[in-house]
T-cell receptor, first 110, second 115 residues
Framework: GQQLNQSPQSMFIQEGEDVSMNCTSS?????WLWYKQDPGEGPVLLIA?????ELTSNGRLTAQFGITRKDSFLNISASIPSDVGIYFC??????????FGGGTRLMVKP | SAVISQKPSRDICQRGTSLTIQCQVD?????MFWYRQQPGQSLTLIAT?????????ESGFVIDKFPISRPNLTFSTLTVSNMSPEDSSIYLC????????????FGPGTRLTVL
């Protein structure tokens, strides 16, 4: 099925840095969801967005539903080692099915 | 949220055999889905499991290969039939409480390796 364009594909972080990732689509979505997946686990829902322009926080995480309804971003402030993992965006157009981005792999700088 | 369990958590199977994966939710949910996640990839929807009727399959997935059951509002199974090494993936159960409430939750996954 259709995939969202998620970027970056991967990034290295140093503890304390702020991190930003985003998803774009050619289609309009009614809902944006952000997930984190740790190795050997299923994705865990971090933030859900339901309205264009909506800005929602969950601890050090902040996500926004783009005003055009075709994009969303996720920011992580003051990153810590346990932020390492794969982050997925997911958008829902009209209808029931979620469309997933390709994922952003967060790794720790050696 | 919803607490979702899957059995088995992992398995190693021989080519040509079949494996049935179980998904159990701690409360009734309207919608249940099955996803596949190939190594290093994103999630791909296999089908929506419908209670009391045949599952709704996405393009590229067929009932003969991935039969699905959903006998009630808290349980579903996915069978991977006549397996080949290309079926080696993580299989994930996912649920949504109702059609209007769009938050969707995932089980821990079943890691399948086919030799």
């Amino acid at each position: 099925g259709q995939q969202l364009n998620q970027s970056p594909q991967s990034m290295f972080i140093q503890e304390g840095e702020d991190v930003s990732m985003n998803c774009t689509s050619s289609s309009i979505f009614n809902t944006w969801l952000w997930y984190k997946q740790d190795p050997g686990e299923g994705p865990v829902l971090l933030i859900a967005l339901y309205k264009a322009g909506e800005l929602t926080s969950n601890g050090r995480l902040t996500a926004q539903f783009g005003i055009t309804r075709k994009d969303s971003f996720l920011n992580i402030s003051a990153s810590i080692p346990s932020d390492v993992g794969i982050y997925f965006c997911a958008g829902q157009p009209s209808g029931n099915m979620l469309t997933f981005g390709g994922g952003t792999r967060l790794m720790v700088k050696p | 949220s919803a607490v979702i369990s899957q059995k088995p958590s992992r398995d190693i199977c021989q080519r040509g055999t079949s494996l049935t994966i179980q998904c159990q939710v701690d409360s009734q949910v309207t919608m249940m889905f099955w996803y596949r996640q190939q190594p290093g990839q994103s999630l791909t929807l296999i089908a929506t499991a419908n209670q009391g009727s045949e599952a709704t399959y996405e393009s590229g997935f067929v009932i003969d290969k991935f039969p699905i059951s959903r006998p009630n509002l808290t349980f579903s199974t996915l069978t991977v039939s006549n397996m080949s090494p290309e079926d080696s993936s993580i299989y994930l159960c996912s649920v949504r409480r109702d059609r209007e409430y769009n938050e969707q939750f995932f089980g821990p996954g079943t890691r399948l390796t086919v030799l």
